[in-house]
Antibody
Framework: EVQLVESGGGLVQPGGSLRLSCAAS????????MSWVRQAPGKGLEWVAN????????WYVDSVKGRFAISRDNANNSLYLQMISLRVEDTAVYYC?????????????WGQGTLVTVSS | SYALTQPPSVSVSPGQTARITCSGD??????AYWYQQTPGQAPVVVIY???ERPPGIPERFSGSSSGTIVTLTISGAQAEDEADYYC??????????FGGGTKLTVL
């Protein structure tokens, strides 16, 4: 059974930093692109970042470029999102998701999410 | 930037057919996916590749595509179908894009 379990969310002040983790199990992690998708309170889904199978290629939504960094550790089946210079508008539930195919960039499995709150 | 447009809300009575549209200029060239999200839960795929239904998704869920519009149809909507629905595709640069979401009310 595929499982994705996020951790690392919490309350942080504007300008602060946070590192999210996602523990993957039930599939060959190194065979798949992975993503972070976020959802602000009461709002829709927003793709944040993608990473390819070996971590050599990464893509970001414009609003987080230069502030967020996606990475992975295939030996430990883990995905990460390092977030710096956090803004109030980064407040959201952050989901780890598996990219099913690189052609369509759809997400076939999602974690339950971890809440990041940026507030003073 | 590329956008997928959905109606904010759709309401139907139980047993009626609900149709949720998603429009985007690149949909003729890109496949679309539909996700169902209930409060406090992660999204779940209900339609993939425009028209395919994953195992375990009720037959009342179907998808169709015509030009720049894809449609999620729920035939005989039930109370448990009340949720937010999101379409998703990719733009020409290879970036995933979500529609704004549609709140389906069944009452």
């Amino acid at each position: 059974e595929v499982q994705l379990v996020e951790s690392g969310g919490g309350l942080v002040q504007p300008g602060g930093s946070l590192r999210l983790s996602c523990a993957a199990s039930g599939f060959t992690f190194s065979n798949y692109w992975m993503s972070w998708v976020r959802q602000a309170p009461g709002k829709g889904l927003e793709w944040v970042a993608n990473i390819d199978q070996d971590g050599s290629e990464k893509w970001y939504v414009d609003s987080v470029k230069g502030r967020f960094a996606i990475s992975r550790d295939n030996a430990n089946n883990s995905l990460y999102l390092q977030m710096i210079s956090l803004r109030v508008e980064d407040t959201a539930v952050y989901y780890c998701a598996r990219v099913e195919t690189t052609v369509t960039l759809n997400f076939d499995y999602w974690g339950q999410g971890t809440l990041v709150t940026v507030s003073s | 930037s590329y956008a997928l447009t959905q109606p904010p809300s759709v309401s139907v009575s139980p047993g009626q057919t609900a149709r949720i549209t998603c429009s985007g200029d690149e949909l003729p060239q890109q496949l679309a996916y539909w996700y169902q999200q209930t409060p406090g839960q992660a999204p779940v795929v209900v339609i993939y590749k425009d028209t395919e239904r994953p195992p375990g998704i009720p037959e009342r869920f179907s998808g169709s595509s015509s030009g720049t519009i894809v449609t999620l149809t729920i035939s005989g909507a039930q109370a448990e179908d009340e949720a937010d629905y999101y379409c998703q595709s990719a733009d020409s640069s290879g970036t995933p894009v979500f529609g704004g979401g549609t709140k389906l009310t069944v009452l």
